[in-house]
């Protein structure tokens, strides 16, 4: 509204303005034109005091021509000389402006003419020609306001065109005027920077403009290294005329290297010359230098600006490029918002999340769209707040498959250096792996927490157990040595009386008594056969006690192997012969010397043959012995032609007392414990023993003990 | 009880032993085979024996009350009157450590029970045998004999 009446205000002073050069232009009589004048101006611009004054035919004085709000007595006095120079009035002719002249009451500094005014503030406007410079034509006086000055201006102009017309000018204003052109064109040519001259055909200056006076002129007064650059600068000009003159062309540009007379530097001129053919004066050489060492410089100057631009723009770019790449390399959604909330800028993990297509399932669309109105809602709190940071959670999902996405979401105002705030830059951060890792960290705590509580519980009873079991051991420990020492005792004990027994047996049956019947003879050989298989009993026990408490060492001698087989058969001799079997014997002589525990070994196969005496109703029982030399080691064979071991038993009677017939009626006498002995002796002598048996037909015992030194 | 006015006077054994059916049987036995026999049941009682009748053989249970064998044999060892009497060990104790103690004691000989007379006599016979040839010098000769094992 407002700039539209403005317009119509300036359309009216247009045809206002229009209006009063039509005036103007119908009026052909000077005070008629000026009196319109000052009533269009009275009717315009509701000036109510003007003057204007006119000159007088011979120029000496402006006088009122017409006038507004003035008496007319008070005006028809006023005159102003023309040849008054320091009336401040007559300096006014001379300007192009208005000029103000204040208050009397505000300002004391002007100098007031005396004017009708009086004390009050006016305003004075030169009419001035514009065919014979500054020849002044009248003079407006107003006391317009200071704001209507430029109106002013224009007013004065308007109307010193057409008194120009109408004052009678004086004649020698022509020659002013020749006077005046010339005064304009060195002005011009002085105004213009660069150096300018006119040579006649002799090579003499003619003309020539401030800046070539300095290249080509020098006074008596001035330095001589400046006197050596002006001769010099003359020279190379007339070099470069002669040439031009030889080359006899319109107009030649050439470049002119020339001294600076100031400061010796080099200038570089561009050198345009025209000819000039003038009646009056003959032909001339116009000369225009263009310092183009300027130019160059300044072309220079702008190459590098255009260099640093083009610069500036590529680290710019990629400035820009390295930030899209650091945005789109960042695996969390980042968003960009503008001020007024609007997305600006996404990467591609937050593009997956807040944008969708038509060609994708409205699902998907249905999710974006939750995900960018929870956004903005979290977007919209920052910038309704003063803050210039927020972080919250917002629950959004993945568009894909509908799953939940918590996100924590950080967003921080974009703020120039003026305050103003451009963006929101926003940050998304995936919470589910932090929700999950907490989860399993709690998971995992728990499980900890429940594993030290059983490690606790399993540690205590551990430590119950192994007290347990330590007590367990000393009880053992006491239990076997109560064994042990049970079983010496009890072996003490039965010796004893068994010591009398057999010993009163074999008195009488000696006949120390007196001569016996056979019956009795018989009879105490049985009470002696039966003490002599208590008396082995007793040993045999004793035996399995010493080795179970460790108490039976193994002492290694060199014997032959023949002799102990030799002492074995003859300590069996009374009950082989009493069984009535054969015996094989088998050592062959090459046998040599064995290094082994003779008494244990001897044990072994008294043992062994007497079982196979026992066990043979009839037939054979035999000893064969074989030697190996690599490893050094004998293998002892006691076989029989007995009842045989099942197959089944086989293994079972090598276990402490283990006689196959348990039963109450068993015919075979023994504490079982004697082949157990065998085995636990022949494993101290770090060998073997085993049995090949067949029920019915016998079985072959095999003792294979090393017998080298160990 | 006969011979006992032959001239010659018979080889005399001590024989100490708490067991008196043991004890019995041996002597029998002994006086059966000709030998003079002395009996003690305790330690000291056999050291007051041997000192008394100086004895050409001791027959010496090691189990005894009062004193046992291992130190009586010390104590007779020790004497110089009765240092010479070889000394027989007698014992049911059937460990190998026995013998070695009986030994380090000073017993001439070592004899686990049961132990039928015959055989007793046999080693009674082999060592009186191997002190005869210089009786005025004791001999300490070191002999073990083991009850043979009946089957």
């Known amino acids: ?710 | 009880m006969m011979r006992a006015k032959e001239p010659r006077r018979k080889q005399l054994v001590l024989l100490v032993d708490d067991y008196v059916d043991a004890r019995e049987m041996y002597a029998k036995y002994l006086v059966f085979s000709g030998f003079d026999v002395v009996h003690a049941s305790t330690g000291v009682e056999a050291i007051d024996r041997a000192r008394e009748r100086k004895p050409d053989v001791i027959l010496m249970d090691l189990s005894l009350p009062v004193m046992d064998g291992w130190q009586a044999t010390r104590t007779l060892k020790t004497d110089p009157n009765t240092s010479t009497i070889p000394v027989l060990a007698l014992t049911s104790h059937a460990l190998g450590r026995v013998a070695e103690g009986a030994s380090n004691a000073g017993c001439d000989g070592f004899i686990t029970k049961p132990c039928l007379p015959e055989d007793l006599v046999t080693e009674i016979r082999r060592v009186l045998k191997a002190s005869e040839p210089s009786a005025s010098q004791p001999q300490r000769r070191r002999s073990r004999t083991h009850a043979k094992k009946a089957n």
């Open chain 1, 1 to 710: 509204m407002i700039a539209r009446r403005r317009v119509r205000v300036e359309t009216e002073q247009t045809n206002e303005r229009l209006r009063l050069v039509e005036t103007l232009l119908g009026n052909h009589e000077l005070t008629t034109c000026v009196e319109s004048a000052m009533e269009w101006l009275e009717r315009t611009w509701h000036i109510e005091r003007a003057m204007c004054l006119g000159r007088s035919d011979d120029g000496a004085v402006l006088r009122p021509i017409a006038w507004r709000g003035f008496a007319d007595e008070t005006v028809g006095q006023f005159m102003l000389p023309t040849a008054d120079r320091f009336h401040p009035l007559v300096k006014v002719l001379r300007k192009r402006k208005l000029t103000s002249f204040p208050s009397a009451r505000n300002n004391g500094k002007h100098q007031r003419p005396a004017t009708p005014f009086g004390d009050d503030a006016f305003q004075a406007v030169g009419l001035r020609s514009t065919r014979f410079a500054n020849e002044p034509i009248g003079l407006l006086l107003t006391d317009a306001p200071a704001i209507l000055a430029p109106e002013l201006d224009w007013f004065a102009s308007v109307l010193a065109q057409k008194l120009e017309n109408l004052v009678q000018l004086p004649m020698d204003a022509l020659d002013r005027e020749q006077e005046h052109e010339r005064s304009l064109l060195l002005r011009i040519i002085n105004a213009i920077s660069d150096p300018i001259l006119l040579s006649d055909v002799e090579g003499r200056m003619v003309l020539a403009n401030g800046p070539a006076l300095r290249l080509f002129v020098a006074s008596e007064e001035e330095s001589e290294g400046r006197r050596d650059a002006v001769r010099l600068n003359n020279m190379l000009l007339s070099a470069a005329l002669s040439t031009h003159a030889m080359a006899q062309t319109e107009s030649m540009r050439k470049e002119l290297t020339l001294v600076s007379p100031v400061d010796g530097s080099d200038l570089v001129f561009e050198l345009l010359n025209v000819v000039i053919e003038d009646a009056r004066s003959g032909t001339g050489v116009l000369s225009i230098l263009r310092n183009v060492s300027d130019l160059s410089h300044a072309v220079s100057q702008f190459e590098e600006n255009n260099r640093k631009l083009k610069q500036a723009e590529a680290e710019t770019r990629a400035e820009r490029d390295r930030l899209n790449l650091v945005i789109d390399s960042v695996a969390d959604p980042i968003v960009v918002t503008d001020a007024g909330g609007s997305i600006s800028l996404v990467n591609e993990p937050a593009e997956r999340l807040f944008t969708s297509t038509e060609a994708d399932k409205p699902a998907v669309q249905r999710r974006v769209r939750t995900n960018d109105a929870r956004f903005s809602s979290f977007v919209a709190g920052l910038l309704l707040k003063d803050d210039e940071r927020l972080t919250a959670e917002i629950s959004l999902v993945n568009p894909e498959n509908g799953e939940a996405l918590p996100v924590e979401a950080i967003a921080g105002k974009v703020v120039t250096h003026h305050g103003e705030m451009t963006a929101i830059v926003s940050i998304l951060h995936d919470r589910r792996e932090a929700i999950e890792k907490n989860r399993l960290y709690e998971q995992l705590k728990r499980a900890s927490g429940e594993l030290e509580k059983k490690v606790q519980i399993a540690t205590k009873d551990i430590e119950h157990q192994n007290e347990l079991l330590r007590q367990q051991a000393l009880a053992l420990t006491q239990a076997s040595m109560m064994k042990t020492q049970f079983l010496s005792n009890m072996s003490h004990e039965f010796r004893t009386p068994l010591n009398a027994i057999l010993g009163y047996t074999s008195i009488l049956q000696q006949g120390v008594a007196g001569k016996l019947g056979r019956d009795a003879k018989e009879q105490l050989e049985r009470i002696a056969s039966n003490g002599r298989h208590l008396l082995t009993i007793v040993n045999e026990i004793l035996d399995i006690s010493q080795i179970e408490a460790g108490r039976m060492p193994v002492r290694v001698t060199t014997f032959r192997v023949s002799d102990m087989i030799n002492e074995v058969r003859a300590e069996l001799d009374p009950i082989v012969r009493t069984a009535g079997l054969a015996v094989s014997i088998d050592v062959p002589e090459s046998i040599p010397r064995i290094a082994s525990d003779r008494q244990k070994l001897k044990q072994v196969l008294l043992n062994l043959m007497s079982n196979a005496v026992k066990f043979t109703p009839r037939g054979k029982v035999g000893i064969a012995v074989r030697y190996h030399a690599k490893p050094k080691s004998i293998a002892i064979a006691v076989s029989d032609t007995g009842i045989g071991i099942a197959e089944t038993d086989q293994e079972r009677i090598f276990e402490d007392f283990q006689q196959l017939d348990n039963s109450s009626t068993r015919v075979y006498n023994g504490t079982g414990l004697g082949l157990a002995i065998c085995r636990r002796f022949v494993r101290m002598l770090r060998g073997n023993i085993s049995v090949v048996s067949r029920v019915g037909s016998g079985s072959t015992f095999t003792v294979t003990i090393p017998v080298g030194p160990s």
